[in-house]
């Protein structure tokens, strides 16, 4: 069976990730008459809440400082305990 489809299509070459270089989306059939920047700007937006974000989870630096601090602290605390006693 042939079946024949006119369809148009948005297809986003440069899409910023490491593992696909391009994306292609097909436009529904009621939304045809949309431009084709808009369609262009839709389809960037949707593909970039596909993507993960390379943000690496790191510590807030008052709280990187204040474990510092609370380490020195415990450890000044036992070496005198362990002087004295």
Do not use: H, W
């Amino acid at each position: 069976m042939i079946k024949g489809v006119n369809r148009r299509v948005v297809e986003i070459t440069s899409t910023d990730n490491d593992y696909f270089e391009k994306a292609v989306l097909y436009v529904r059939s009621d939304k045809g008459d949309v431009s084709a920047a808009r369609l262009e700007d839709e389809a960037r937006e949707y593909i970039g809440r596909l993507t993960p974000k390379n943000i690496p989870q790191r510590l807030p630096l008052a709280f990187k400082i204040g474990a510092a601090a609370a380490s020195a602290a415990a450890l000044t605390i036992l070496i005198y305990l362990l002087i004295c006693l």
